[in-house]
């Protein structure tokens, strides 16, 4: 995909560029059939167009995931893998409930100027990239919504005069993703000298961001998880700070759970493997979060680095997968595959946290045929690669 300029862009959102999205849409693209679909319409529009719409038809499917609009709303490629859909932009929104106007810094396509823009708040959405901005407005049209909408750059020209405000940097160049904050575009250091002294501020970060980068900033970090996957992070300053750390498990249903400390609690020592082995989700991993869960749960750690849990009584938590186990054994492809028969196992579901173990191979020399399932976690206990073969419960 090419991408679009902003005229092409204007001309996709008039009379003929309608047209060519409805009879683009039509043609039911696939990326596999892009060329085909692609001299089809060129029959009819231009060359330019034409590729435009189909494009913007391929970019409305994968959007489906994140917007339930998105048949109706304009992207780029670059800018819809990084932003942010639905789920999340609605409930960090909810941060700025106190506020009736918002600056977007860094805009994008308008995912979070979005989940903003509700309850009637007014929204000033920044970007330095016309197209995109461009894009934003009409995407926050879709869901009936508007804004005040200016092409800027962040850190060299007037910001707008807003009581609080989310900040999504660039993270992407070039095809390189950028994890240190200070190669960020703005970064926010940067971003934050330009604003008043605690000013209410909410950065959209990579979830492998470093806490050597975070430390240097006297916020919230939060992790959010979308349906069991890690997402983001964020980073509140000023009076969006609530807490120290935080760990969000959100659904696409609209669920939510959150788990948060001002301080990580004391880490436990490591224990044998138990009755029952816990994997914590993967935003509390990430928030530093696991030894607060091993004190609400009474479980101890089986590693000094896998973080994994271990108790001999079950305890409800939504904060980590829960396995009942019946074996523990050395990384033995012999004495597991043994272990499986005998026990009439004939499928599994494998797990790695820690191991060195090609699960794959492995499960390639198993001609398993039992009738039973069974989890086979590949890890470490106390320094040692080993297999637990659990049932979830």
């Known amino acids: 995909m090419i991408g679009l300029n902003l005229t092409t862009l204007n001309s996709l959102l008039g009379p003929t560029g309608v047209s060519a999205l409805a009879a683009a849409s039509a043609t039911g693209p696939t990326e596999a059939k892009y060329l085909v679909a692609l001299a089809g319409l060129r029959k009819k529009f231009p060359a330019e167009l034409s590729r435009a719409a189909i494009e913007t038809v391929l970019l409305r499917q994968k959007a489906a995931v994140k917007f339930t609009r998105a048949n109706a709303m304009y992207f780029s490629k670059e800018a819809l893998e990084v932003s942010s859909g639905e789920v999340i932009a609605r409930y960090r929104a909810e941060r700025y409930a106190r506020f009736d106007c918002v600056g977007d810094f860094g805009c994008g396509i308008g995912g979070d100027a979005i989940g903003l823009a509700t309850a009637n708040r007014t929204v000033v959405a920044i970007d330095s990239d016309p197209v995109r901005l461009r894009m934003a407005e009409e995407n926050l049209k879709v869901y009936g919504h508007s804004g005040n909408f200016i092409v800027a750059d962040l850190l060299t020209e007037p910001l707008p005069l807003v009581p609080a405000a989310f900040a999504d940097p660039g993270r992407r160049s070039e095809g390189k993703r950028f994890l240190s904050l200070a190669d960020y575009a703005p970064p926010p250091g940067e971003l934050i000298a330009r604003l008043p002294k605690n000013f209410p501020i909410g950065f959209k970060l990579a979830p492998g961001a470093s806490w050597e980068d975070l430390g240097l900033f006297p916020g919230e970090v939060e992790f959010i998880s979308v349906d069991g996957e890690l997402k983001e992070s964020v980073l509140?300053?000023?009076?969006?700070?609530?807490?120290?750390?935080?760990?969000?498990?959100?659904?696409?249903?609209?669920?939510?759970?959150?788990?948060?400390?001002?301080?990580?609690?004391?880490?436990?020592?490591?224990?044998?493997?138990?009755?029952?082995?816990?994997?914590?989700?993967?935003?509390?991993?990430?928030?530093?979060?696991?030894?607060?869960?091993?004190?609400r749960i009474d479980a101890s750690p089986i590693d000094a680095v896998v973080q994994l849990l271990t108790a001999e009584d079950h305890r409800e938590t939504p904060f980590a997968a829960a396995y009942r186990v019946e074996a523990v054994l050395p990384l033995d492809a012999k004495k597991i595959s043994a272990w499986l028969r005998s026990n009439d196992v004939g499928r599994i579901t494998a797990v790695?946290?820690?191991?060195?173990?090609?699960?794959?191979?492995?499960?390639?020399?198993?001609?398993?045929?039992?009738?039973?399932?069974?989890f086979v976690l590949f890890t470490r206990a106390a320094s040692q690669q080993v297999a637990v073969i659990a049932e979830r419960v």
């Open 236 to 295: 509140w300053l000023g009076a969006l700070r609530t807490t120290a750390r935080r760990a969000t498990l959100l659904t696409s249903a609209g669920s939510r759970l959150t788990m948060d400390a001002e301080t990580v609690d004391e880490r436990r020592d490591q224990v044998e493997i138990g009755a029952y082995l816990y994997d914590p989700e993967a935003a509390v991993n990430r928030a530093g979060l696991v030894p607060n869960l091993a004190s």
């Open 352 to 374: 790695k946290r820690g191991s060195l173990a090609d699960t794959d191979e492995l499960q390639s020399k198993w001609k398993l045929s039992g009738s039973k399932h069974r």
